[in-house]
T-cell receptor, first 114, second 114 residues
Framework: GENVGLHLPTLSVQEGDNSIINCAYS??????FIWYKQESGKGPQFIID?????DKRQGQRVTVLLNKTVKHLSLQIAATQPGDSAVYFC?????????????FGTGTRLQVTL | NAGVTQTPKFQVLKTGQSMTLQCAQD?????MYWYRQDPGMGLRLIYY???????DKGEVPNGYNVSRLNKREFSLRLESAAPSQTSVYFC?????????????FGSGTRLTVV
């Protein structure tokens, strides 16, 4: 079946630098995409989302970009902080008409160095 | 605090034993989900319940059963545990039928089957 994948399993960045985490998806029918942050021992935490009719959305220090032409999603974190260290997952949502179903990528570990 | 509550947080089972993982949400969400997360992998959908009274299989349903007890509660049962079911299990909930705001996840149940 179609799935969501990630280009980089681990990303190390220096505190204060910008981070870019990438994700490839393959289901062109997906209508909604979400980035989650997961800290050790905790459940995934919603960061930011974007609908398929948009190509960019900004939050506080985070920006998600969607390129439907190449089926690519990215998460940009500005001025990365030690508290940003975690595993980041992209997920694509497919609404079936009765329920939404999220398919997750394998995750990218972000390591912030001082 | 509003959210998704899972019990227990940790569990060790012997092969062949049965157990039920409990999940409750207090956000009045209609849809609830069970995922498993294996080391180095993303979350995979086991079962979901679009609304009270309905349940459907996800990506990896074999070896599991679910019950949507009421709108708040969605339980996951392992009838005869196997070592392959060693994993971290996450329950999640979302708004009616469409993940407008993404899913809200519980903190997980770490299950080891020996």
């Amino acid at each position: 079946g179609e799935n969501v994948g990630l280009h980089l399993p681990t990303l190390s960045v220096q505190e204060g630098d910008n981070s870019i985490i990438n994700c490839a998806y393959s289901n062109s029918a997906s209508d909604y995409f979400i980035w989650y942050k997961q800290e050790s021992g905790k459940g995934p935490q919603f960061i930011i989302d974007i609908r398929s009719n948009m190509d960019k959305r900004q939050g506080q220090r985070v920006t998600v970009l969607l390129n439907k032409t190449v089926k690519h999603l990215s998460l940009q974190i500005a001025a990365t902080q030690p508290g940003d260290s975690a595993v980041y997952f992209c997920a694509e949502n497919l609404y079936t008409g009765t329920a939404s179903k999220l398919t997750f990528g394998t995750g990218t570990r972000l390591q912030v160095t001082l | 605090n509003a959210g998704v509550t899972q019990t227990p947080k940790f569990q060790v089972l012997k092969t062949g034993q049965s157990m039920t993982l409990q999940c409750a949400q207090d956000m009045n969400h209609n849809s609830m989900y069970w995922y498993r997360q294996d080391p180095g992998m993303g979350l995979r959908l086991i079962y979901y319940s679009a609304s009270e009274g309905t349940t459907d299989k996800g990506e990896v349903p074999n070896g599991y059963n679910v019950s949507r007890l009421n709108k708040r509660e969605f339980s996951l049962r392992l009838e005869s545990a196997a070592p392959s079911q060693t994993s971290v299990y996450f329950c999640a909930s979302s708004e009616t039928g469409f993940a407008t705001y993404g899913y809200t996840f519980g903190s997980g149940t770490r299950l080891t089957v020996v």
